[in-house]
């Protein structure tokens, strides 16, 4: 028997039941997979693409695990309604005039690029991993990680009890943790997602992380025209095991309006400033230094020096950092300080303790108590489905923006009409420009240089750089050209870019989160202005030519070429993801639009804080870790001064 070129069984399936769909769905993925990277049997890591992106599928939320295999059985039905045989059977030239007359269709492209993107992740692995004799880099060297106290669900009793509870355990409720911890409460930190080392981090490939480090594996998505993507961590340490290692303070504007619009004193740039101070010792932060930078980031500093932009290093929590570009995936080097390194240990050591893989069901309350109902601890689910109880007058509430108001609603606490709105995101686009030398060679910072020249503007723009095999723009092209531009893909530099949006967002559900999103037409222009500017800084910094993101012109090779492109392209023309979710149980002053108040309180129970990202008014217009901690030390410092367990 032949094979065919793209490595399956050519015989027609004969199976009936779930292992003929089975069988029918992985042939039309194979398919797919062969056609996007025109697959000619010469070497065997586009083949191998298609089982490594099957195994990436089954981390995907169920819709989006549906979406792409039904595209893929969309496109392989029309290869047979056009050419009598399924697209696994076709030679590699046909295959490719076949996805090119989809391409050629202005409705389709955007659906053939978001299919890509997971392509394009498993591609990038499998030829990372062809390249170098299919076995990983060497480990770098690590230091051993700080002891942490963490019990598994599954080995805590059915019923116990602490003084405090804090759901969640990243940047806010780490902070939390350790402020209640040190003040001497009995503190038990519940985390939906399992503890990880930075041993586990170097023996797997980037990818293979990445979807369990993500909830949802990284696929969750706010729906809107256009629908934008989401990520964020699921893990002990939260989203700081997997975010960029980027430490911005909290603007002094950004206060002064949190201050004047929403009464939040604890905005104070006095005593913020104070917090922030603390929070940065104990990351540890500082600017990064030239010697890890990477070339990505030194182009971008090149680019803006020719045009006069204000740029820098970026401030970051990485002391020693190695340059393994994998901050999104895990520090494999142990360098980044996320929490479970820096904080959940200072917690553990004062008495706190954690437990993993335990999905909080609803906060318990006592609707009789005198002075009106209060927190009596929290229902939590083990991954085998049962349940325990673990009885805490106090209940903190760090699950982040996109987790906290479905719990509330859950315990039948989000009553408040302002729970779950408000969400506000930092909308993001990026480019790419490809330099005559490779650009991804040595060590390299995944975000290292930062240009604020436009940031007072409410964009920020900043040098990004992929986790090997993990490129993340989403690369022009179908078929040969798709490939050629993998192949090339060495020599690009990538920026990113971000806005402070007009909160357009909002949480809906209980038992699972819906995110909806409508993109301010504001924010649609800014991000434009966005992809004018770092294509006008890649130009000055030496790039041949832009990618530009954009499918109706994917390249350009001059400033003028750009801007008459965006001068006749809209926002639903960008590919664009969004960061950085905040505000959906946001604290203020004002009982009507504030569910929580100034101290970070719920309103209308007693026992309940609000300490993590849903509790900020709105998104900080920088990379908002620092942020959430320093409002987290305030709320649970003010709930230690105020007699957190004496019945406030």
């Known amino acids: 028997m032949t094979p065919s070129p793209a490595g399956t069984d050519t015989d027609t399936d004969t199976g009936t039941g779930a292992g003929s769909r089975s069988s029918s769905r992985s042939r039309s993925l194979h398919g797919l997979v062969a056609a996007l990277l025109a697959d000619d049997g010469r070497e065997p890591w586009p083949a191998a693409t298609a089982d490594r992106l099957d195994a990436l599928l089954t981390a995907l939320p169920a819709p989006a695990r549906a979406g792409l295999r039904t595209a893929a059985a969309a496109v392989d039905a029309y290869a047979l309604l056009r050419t009598g045989a399924r697209l696994d059977r076709l030679p590699e030239p046909r295959r490719e005039a076949l996805l090119a007359a989809l391409g050629a269709r202005p409705a389709l492209q955007p659906l053939l690029d978001v299919v890509k993107v997971p392509v394009l992740l498993a591609a990038g692995t499998e030829r990372m991993l062809h390249r170098r004799g299919g076995t990983l880099p060497a480990p770098v060297s690590a230091p051993e990680d700080p002891p942490l106290d963490c019990v598994p669900s599954a080995e805590w009793p059915d019923r116990a009890s602490a003084d405090a509870v804090v759901i969640g355990s990243g940047a806010g409720g780490s902070i939390a943790a350790r402020t209640l911890a040190r003040a001497g409460l009995r503190v038990v930190v519940l985390e939906e997602g399992r503890h990880h080392t930075t041993a586990e981090f170097g023996r797997r490939a980037p990818l293979d992380r990445f979807a369990d480090l993500y909830r949802d594996g990284g696929a969750t998505v706010m729906l809107g025209a256009p629908p934008v993507l989401l990520p964020t961590g699921r893990a002990v340490g939260g989203t700081t095991v997997v975010n960029s290692g980027t430490c911005y303070r909290t603007p002094g504007r950004v206060l ?355 300490a993590d990202a849903s509790g900020l008014p709105g998104c900080p217009g920088v990379n908002p870790q620092l942020t959430i901690m320093a409002l987290s030390l305030a709320v649970s410092r003010a709930a230690v001064e105020n007699g957190c367990t004496a019945g406030y």
Request: glycine letters at 12%; one cysteine or more; hydrophobic letters at 40%.
């Open 256 to 610: 002064d309006r949190w201050r004047s619009r929403y009464g939040l004193e604890l905005a104070d740039r006095t005593a913020f400033g104070a917090d922030l101070d603390e929070i940065e010792r104990t990351l540890r932060v500082a600017t990064q230094p030239l010697d890890v930078l990477g070339r990505n980031g030194l182009l971008t500093l090149r680019g803006a020096e020719k045009l006069g932009w204000r740029a820098g290093p970026l401030r970051r929590n990485a002391p020693g950092c190695k340059g393994s570009c994998q901050c999104v995936v895990g520090c494999p080097a142990g360098a980044k300080q996320s929490v479970q390194l820096s904080v959940l240990p200072d917690a553990c050591a004062a008495g706190a303790r954690i437990v993993t893989s335990a999905r909080v069901l609803r906060i318990l309350v006592d609707p009789d108590r005198p002075g009106g109902p209060r927190a009596a601890g929290v229902a939590v689910r083990r991954p085998d489905g049962s349940a325990f109880e673990l009885l805490a007058p106090l209940v903190v509430v760090a699950a982040g923006a996109l987790e906290s108001p479905a719990l509330l609603r859950r315990s039948g606490l989000g009553g408040h009409p302002r729970t779950g709105r408000n969400l506000a995101v930092h909308p993001a686009t990026s480019v790419a420009g490809r330099f005559a030398e490779p650009v991804a060679a040595g060590p390299a910072v995944l975000q290292s240089a930062g240009v604020e020249e436009l940031h007072d503007e409410g964009v920020l723009i900043e040098a990004t750089a992929p986790p090997p095999g993990m490129g993340s723009f989403v690369l022009p092209g179908l078929g040969r050209e798709l490939r050629a531009e993998l192949a090339d893909a060495d020599r690009l530099a990538t920026l990113g870019a971000m806005i402070a949006d007009r909160p357009g967002g909002r949480v809906l559900g209980s038992r699972r989160t819906a995110l909806r999103y409508r993109l301010d037409p504001a924010d649609g222009r800014s991000l434009l202005r966005a992809v004018a500017a770092m294509g006008e800084l890649l130009f000055a910094a030496g790039a041949d030519e832009v990618l530009t993101g954009l499918a109706r012109t994917p390249r350009v090779r001059s400033t003028a070429e750009l801007h008459a492109l965006l001068d006749r392209s809209s926002p639903r023309d960008l590919h664009l993801s969004a960061f950085h979710p905040t505000g959906t149980v946001a604290l203020g002053a004002d009982p009507s639009i504030s569910p929580a108040d100034r101290h970070g309180r719920l309103r209308g129970v007693r026992g309940v804080l609000v």
